[in-house]
């Protein structure tokens, strides 16, 4: 049985778009980046930590825990989600008119199972003018939001390019979960390959 280790209702979202049954369970790990440890390596760590976690939550031999996590990196400086409106338009601020990377990172974790899938995108914001800011932050969205802004709305008005996965940006790359599950074989094998 799969469980995700997540209540974002983004990743929810777009886990049921692969048609694949699946519970939620509610997971709290520390998000803490070490001392010297790269973006990419944290955001694994609290993706696999997350779903250890939930695993250690159910006690079923026969789960399978995904969890995820998302993280906006600017200058080896990840941003994580904005504490009030000031840290959001701060943010902002620093991505206006620059290319970031946000990496989206989802392990699998089960009795006889742990195996993830990494995904990393660049995003370029366009200039953005302080009343721009002032007007996306006062809407509520940039909270609970790595970077301080959500692809999948209001925010989409701010990026000028995108290289990478569209759903990875939201939180969860659709492709590198669906080739997960299905090396767990939890889909079917499709046409794609890679």
């Known amino acids: 049985m799969l469980f ?3 209540q974002s ?3 929810r979202q777009l886990l049921e ?13 520390p998000e803490q980046r070490a001392q010297g440890e790269s973006p990419l390596d944290y955001v694994s760590r609290v993706a696999h ?16 825990v995904l969890g995820a996590d998302t ?16 840290d959001a338009k701060a943010m902002l601020r620093r991505l ?15 009795a006889k199972t742990v195996r993830g ?16 800011i002032d007007g996306y932050v006062a809407t509520g969205e940039p909270f609970g939001k790595a970077g301080a802004y959500a692809i999948q709305g209001r925010g989409a008005a ?10 990875g940006v939201m939180g969860l790359p659709v492709f590198e979960t669906a080739r997960l599950l299905r090396a767990l074989g939890l889909l079917p094998s499709a046409q794609v390959t890679r």
């Open 4 to 6: 995700l280790a997540s």
């Open 9 to 11: 209702p983004r990743r």
């Open 17 to 29: 778009q692969l048609d694949v049954p699946f519970m939620v369970v509610d997971v709290h790990v």
């Open 49 to 64: 930590d997350k779903a250890r976690a939930g695993f250690a939550s159910l006690a079923l031999d026969d789960a399978i």
């Open 71 to 86: 993280e906006v990196v600017l200058d080896d400086e990840v941003f994580g989600k904005p504490v009030d409106a000031e």
């Open 96 to 110: 206006s008119g620059r290319t970031h990377t946000v990496i989206s990172v989802l392990w699998a974790v089960g």
């Open 117 to 132: 899938e990494a995904c990393q995108s660049q995003v370029r914001f366009a200039a953005l003018s302080d009343a721009w």
């Open 158 to 167: 701010m990026i000028e390019h995108l290289e990478g996965s569209y759903s």
